[in-house]
């Protein structure tokens, strides 16, 4: 088979796997966090293994070795025999503290899977899919409820449980073009789908007293536009600084949100009414600018800014959003790719991150979340291809916004990526 019927063939099979994985009959690993009951849930970045484990920067970020989704420009320095595949995972563990009690959860979770190739000289594609959103909670909470009549009558104890699933995937095609010198330019083009579902039931000990059961159910599918810009500069030999840039485009989205009301007497339903919610759904405008150093092609140390502009809109219809800045700083060095010692050739990756929320809580911020990794690319066949791991440490923490909850979080990301010369013309002698 032709190398490019090859790279075909397995950008396709990429993208239905990944699309069989997102649908909305099967179950999606999700997340165990209360503050996803809001807006799209936890965002995702599009940081791959490689970006995590250095805090999650990558708008400056060229390398021909790794998939790089968080800048498209950065497609177009692939070489011409090279062909990238790479996916990667989590897995995790979150303990929630509101000061009083604590309780723990475990997850795992789907992170991306992404393709890259050469198309021609100084053209390189992308394909990718990819979460954008992640709901998943299920908690309870109950209170007494007062004899406001002063009968003294015992009115029961309400009880109140939430739950969620879902969230939004983005099914990406990025091209990255090199027009002359160190300047790069890129865009991803995206599909994004997917559903949010939420409960909240109430349910009373008073045999007399009604309960209900409120449900909300968004579906989305729309587009998503990405367009990046690079520039490196290489000097005395050694050295080499780049600069990137990207802009997000913000828009309504096409979709449908319904809310459902049940009201039940024990296990009788006494009334049951749906309607859709009224309010539109919106995608922010989203700025990012990351600067980079790399010495010798060991040492590279990158900071990134992202703005995401959430207060600019609505969301059904509610003022619940509110603008987000994302700081990321990481570094990595590898002492020599080409060395025969083993550990001269394995990366060493460091990196952290603040975040603030995009969300009001009862009138107040969200949460804010801190995070610092530790991380490694390990060489395999022929020290080409990289089996990806990193340990994060992510702190969740509420801001007076009602919930009082914070979230200390033991995340493990794996990835692989298979770096193969797929491209290469055999002559015959």
Known sequence: MHPICKAACVALAAIVCGTAYGQDDTPIPNINSPYSMYGFGSLSDQATAMGKGMGGVGYALQDGSSINLKN?????????????????????????????????????AF????????????????????PYSKVGYDFSSSDVVNDVTGTGIDFGTNTYNYSGTGGLQQAMLGLGARPYGGLSVGVNASFIHGSINR?????????????????????????????????????KDKHTVAAGITYSLGHKLNSEANIGYVKNSSSTVVSYDERRISGEIYLPHVIGAGLS???????????????????????????TLRNRSIYAFGAEYVHDVRSKRYLSTV?????????????????????????????????????????????????????????????????LNIGITFNERWFMKMKVR
């Open 111 to 130: 992170d991306y899977v992404a393709l890259q190739f050469r198309l021609c000289k100084r053209l390189g594609l992308a394909i990718a899919y990819l």
């Open 199 to 235: 409960s909240l039931t109430v349910a009373s000990s008073n045999a007399s007293s009604y309960g209900f059961t409120q449900t909300e159910a968004i579906k989305v599918k729309d587009y998503k536009l990405d367009f990046g810009l690079q520039y490196a500069l290489d000097f």
């Open 347 to 411: 990366r060493y990756r460091l990196g952290a991150y603040y975040s603030d929320p995009y969300v009001r809580i009862n009138g107040e911020d969200g949460a804010r979340e801190y995070g610092i990794s530790v991380g490694f690319g390990f060489p395999i066949l022929q020290n080409r291809s990289l089996v990806q791991v990193s340990g994060q440490y992510v702190k969740v923490s509420s801001s007076g916004d009602g919930i009082g909850l914070d979230e200390d979080m033991f995340k």
């Open 72 to 108: 498209p420009a950065s497609y177009a320095s692939i070489d011409s025999l090279t062909m990238l595949i790479d996916a990667g995972m989590s897995v995790y563990t979150t303990k929630f503290s509101d000061g009083a009690s604590s309780a723990s959860a475990k997850n795992a």
């Open 293 to 319: 150093y790399i010495y010798d092609g060991r040492l590279t140390v990158a900071a990134d800014y992202t703005l995401q502009r959430w207060g600019d809109n609505l969301f059904l219809g509610s003022s």
